[in-house]
């Protein structure tokens, strides 16, 4: 009676990993349906969430073992009892620990980071770079960990993109579905990191996926849920920032105040901006002149910040301690502006030195400290009809980042969510519209967008500006065994008036030309060298360059608008 009984649950137990076995090949081949990708999509932000809480706790480690404190929100105040030289060499170490990292694992020297991601999600199917993106993890978190002056979330942001990338090439994921994953590992890690669940969905559709369709929306919440509730399990429902006092608003009478507070945020965001970027080209340019191996130059930046910090030890990782002060009231007014001009210098040298972080939280700080120093006169000149001090601290801190990071509305809720302060809102969003549009004008858009602009990814224009740039003309041409090929004796008459286009470029510089000489097609050739003549590979004809084109457009469209 067990024999028929055994064979029947074996039968059982081969149809269901054969049911099992071809439900993972339909996922691999045919992409997950909307039920298994809300699976995945709970399943990464769980994952993310989990790696967004142990790089946290990776920094609480290292700065325990460097200063001798894990709590980061009380960092600089420690580090103000410590030997002056122990303040000064713990950078250093750092610096040149991360110099090796990024030397050896990266082409570049360079620390990866939430532009990176936003490059990938537009331009590489949502995939990220994952041994250059894991190297960055390391040194990011050596870098706040020993004294760095940056934030957490860049790091965090793209080794949640790791994650989703590694996903979204083991289920061949197309374009879309890998561009919704990085979505939601983004979501995940960002809520994770600082307890913010609708800012770090925000965060995702607006910074990063830089859209809000439809589609997207539902996995994107239950993984930005799912790494609110990792945070929530270790840290309990607690927000980072814990107001002393509470702020009030005369609102029709203090309400241009913020106005002008907004302002002011959005020249103070540009000037942390373009004050990093200085300060990468001049650290370039010193270390192309002087001839500086690329892995000495976080030790040079460390050495620099922590000179720094032995007078002013304030600059000191992502500045928690000096921003819960401000928003708290607890500083002067001479002390709240020497502070913002040292945070922003302490931000350049460590961009500049490529030492790894984000910008978000240094943007916060910044921010706060404008907020309070522009309260402490405003309320001085009007005391009457001015609300608290701490309100235009709290609402110069959005402004900042919301500046910064061209987010007005991720970062407006952020801002609330870190605080669980929601009854200023009015006043917040007025300094942030204010910042944004702004700070939009003064740079490409937002710090990422300009980022990349820098490196000659122009993301910034839009889809119609950057689509040109992923079409490589050996792709889109017709060659010699084309149906309908270009005349070969024609090709060469072109080539020999100058009209003509290498096969490494892209539509990008073949769209101008057709433009300007008005033919049919272009040759494309292969260059040899100055006494060699042009290899003529095939024709690159207008009508298909613009049909791949207008295919482009209409699919991210239709994306957006799904």
Not at 408 to 427: H, N, R
Request: aromatic share 8%; glycine share 10%; net charge neutral.
């Amino acid at each position: 009676m067990l024999e028929p009984e055994a064979s029947i649950w074996a039968e059982k137990r081969r149809a269901a990993a054969a049911a099992l076995q071809k439900a993972w090949h339909v996922l691999r081949t045919r992409g997950p349906s909307q039920f298994q990708f809300w699976i995945i999509a709970l399943l990464i932000g769980i994952a993310a969430g989990f790696a967004a809480l142990l790089f946290r706790k990776g920094i609480n480690a290292l700065q325990y073992l460097a200063y001798g404190t894990e709590d980061m929100a009380r960092i600089h105040s420690h580090a103000a009892s410590l030997p002056w030289y122990w303040v000064l060499i713990v950078p250093i170490l750092g610096g040149l620990a991360v110099g090796v990292i990024l030397h050896r694992f990266t082409p570049d020297g360079r620390a990866r980071s939430v532009a990176d991601v936003i490059e990938g999600a537009a331009l590489h199917e949502g995939r990220v770079e994952k041994r250059a993106g894991v190297a960055s993890v390391f040194a990011s978190l050596i870098t706040l960990g020993t004294g760095g002056s940056s934030g957490r979330e860049g790091p965090v942001v793209h080794m949640a993109g790791i994650i989703s990338s590694w996903v979204s090439n083991r289920i061949n994921a197309d374009g879309i579905t890998g561009r919704d994953l990085l979505g939601c590992a983004v979501a995940a890690a960002v809520s994770a990191s600082f307890n913010a669940p609708i800012a770090g969905a925000l965060f995702a559709l607006e910074v990063v996926l830089r859209h809000f369709a439809v589609h997207a929306f539902a996995p994107i919440v239950i993984a930005s849920v799912a790494g609110t509730v990792i945070n929530r399990l270790e840290f309990g429902d607690i927000t980072e920032f814990n107001l002393l006092q509470s702020s009030a608003l005369e609102f029709y009478v203090e309400l241009p105040a913020f106005l002008i507070l907004g302002l002011i945020c959005g020249l103070v965001a540009t000037a942390l901006m373009h004050a990093i970027f200085v300060a990468e080209g001049f650290a370039g340019h010193v270390q192309r002149r002087i001839n500086l191996p690329r892995w000495l130059r976080p030790a040079v930046a460390g050495a620099l910040l922590g000179a720094l910090a032995i007078w002013f030890p304030h600059i000191i990782g992502v500045g928690y301690e000096t921003t819960t002060a401000a928003l708290s009231g607890e500083l002067l007014l001479h002390e709240a502006v020497v502070f913002a001009v040292l945070k922003v210098v302490a931000v350049a040298i460590t961009f500049g030195g490529r030492m790894g972080g984000g910008i978000f939280s240094p943007s916060l700080m910044v921010g706060a400290l404008t907020g309070l120093a522009f309260g402490l006169i405003a309320t001085a000149l009007l005391p009457d009809v001015s609300g608290s001090v701490t309100l235009y601290a709290l609402a110069g801190m959005g402004a900042v980042a919301a500046a910064v990071l061209g987010a007005p509305i991720s970062t407006t809720l952020i801002v609330f969510e870190l605080t669980g302060d929601w009854q200023t809102g009015i006043a917040v969003m007025v300094a942030v519209s204010m910042s944004t549009a702004l700070g939009s004008r003064l740079v490409r858009r937002s710090f990422f967008l300009t980022q990349l602009d820098r490196r000659n990814v122009r993301l910034a224009a839009g889809p119609q500006a950057y689509l040109l740039a992923m079409f490589r003309v050996t792709k889109l041409m017709r060659g010699a065994d084309h149906e309908h090929p270009a005349d070969e004796a024609e090709c060469w008459e072109l080539i020999e008036n100058g009209i003509y286009i290498d096969g490494n470029a892209t539509l990008e510089l073949a769209m101008p030309i057709f433009d300007r000489v008005g033919t049919r097609f272009l040759p494309v050739v292969t260059l040899g060298g100055e006494d060699q003549p042009p290899e003529l590979l095939g024709a690159l004809f207008h009508v298909d360059a613009l049909k791949a084109y207008n295919r482009a457009l209409a699919a991210v469209s239709e994306e957006e608008h799904s």
